[in-house]
């Protein structure tokens, strides 16, 4: 029997993906590299709310490898009690720097899994 609650959630899903790609524009973008931290526009507000919502297993996080000197980018294992693994990038001098990082390593996997799909 088909789980038609896990559909509706892949369509919901999909139709976010594309709203949210929509909106990554280079002018929010640059937004974000100016202040990762914020105040946000509403459309960035939304991007960064899509990208927040992702599940844990490969999530990007800061991963501050000597703090306030040194960042990297890690990706979360999904397992409780499990490191981040340390990715190649990097290393970034601020914590804003790894922050935009993380930001753009998000839209680049949100443009390439909305690659190819159709959105409602």
């Known amino acids: 029997m088909r789980d038609r609650q896990l559909e509706v ?3 919901f899903e999909k139709g976010a993906r594309a709203r ?3 909106l990554c524009t280079d002018e929010v973008i640059a937004e974000h590299a100016a202040n990762p931290a914020g105040p946000h526009s509403d459309a ?4 960064l ?4 919502r992702a599940a ?14 040194e960042y990297r980018v890690g990706a ?3 397992v409780r009690g499990e490191a981040p693994v340390v990715l190649d990038d990097g290393p970034y001098r601020t914590e804003a720097e790894a922050m935009h990082a993380v930001f753009l ?3 680049a996997d949100m443009r390439s899994a909305a690659a190819g799909e159709s959105a409602w």
């Open 76 to 78: 979360l294992a999904g």
């Open 9 to 11: 959630y892949e369509l």
């Open 56 to 69: 844990l297993p490969g999530k990007y996080v800061i991963v501050a490898v000597r703090p306030w000197h």
């Open 49 to 52: 709310r899509y990208q927040r």
């Open 20 to 22: 949210a790609v929509r």
């Open 44 to 47: 960035l507000q939304r991007v």
């Open 105 to 107: 390593k998000r839209v």
